[in-house]
């Protein structure tokens, strides 16, 4: 069963904090993973893709990916309430579709 | 990233009736499209993966003689609901995929009443 896995929170961070959001997967044969963001009542929006072991940076955001573990992370930093949404992980398992899990909801506090 | 766009946004429309659901990528070639459908406070879920030229896979559970998908060119996706109901009452969202990556559209409020 090809699944990923993610706390469905709420994660409530303080203004300026780092946020940090965790998601494993079931099986080692996926190779890409992906961050989605979701606001309320809006489609996912991407914010990272990963796909080697290892950090990747883009603005406030790291992705993690540790294969060997079969977990994968998303660092938010300086975290904004506008920050605040579903963040949705994602695997291909090399195929066409995407298996998500079921998200973990955000919320940054003032 | 790329873009993806859906028409209409949104949809009222009454029980028995046929709704059809347009997806496009509007700047950029997608042999690959998928819809999803997202209740109120739940996960997509992925009804079917959309392939140009050929016919649908649906995704188990899911009625391809209600939910009809067409994939006639590389920029475009339809999704027909057939025969609403209230219970096809949903957020229905296309994406594309552009490499390994996919890209969401804004998303379908169906409502049926």
């Known amino acids: 069963q090809k699944e990923v896995e993610q706390n469905s929170g709420p994660l409530s961070v303080p203004e300026g904090a780092i946020a940090s959001l965790n998601c494993t997967y079931s099986?080692?044969?996926?190779?890409?993973f992906f961050w989605y963001r979701q606001y309320s009542g809006k489609s996912p929006e991407l914010i990272m893709s990963?796909?080697?072991?290892g950090d990747k940076e883009d603005g406030r955001f790291t992705a993690q990916l540790n294969k060997a573990s079969q977990y994968v992370s998303l660092l938010i930093r300086d975290s904004q309430p506008s920050d605040s949404a579903t963040y949705l992980c994602a695997g291909d398992y090399n195929t066409d579709k995407l298996i998500f899990g079921t998200g973990t909801r955000l919320q940054v506090f003032p | 990233g790329a873009v993806v766009s859906q028409h209409p946004s949104w949809v009222i429309c009454k029980s028995g009736t046929s709704v059809k659901i347009e997806c496009r990528s509007l700047?950029?070639?997608?042999?690959?499209m998928f819809w999803y459908r997202q209740f109120p406070k739940q996960s997509l879920m992925l009804m079917a993966t959309?392939?140009?030229?050929?016919?649908?896979?649906?995704e188990q559970g899911v009625e391809k003689d209600k939910f009809l998908i067409n994939h006639a060119s590389l920029t475009l996706s339809t999704l027909t609901v057939t025969s609403a109901h209230p219970e096809d009452s949903s957020f229905y969202i296309c994406?594309?995929?552009?490499?390994?990556?996919?890209?969401f559209g804004p998303g379908t409020r169906l409502t049926v009443l």
């Open positions: 994406s594309a995929r552009q490499g390994d990556e996919q890209f």
């Open positions: 959309s392939n140009e030229g050929s016919k649908a896979t649906y």
């Open positions: 990963i796909y080697s072991n």
């Open positions: 700047d950029f070639q997608a042999t690959t």
């Open positions: 099986d080692r044969g996926s190779q890409s």
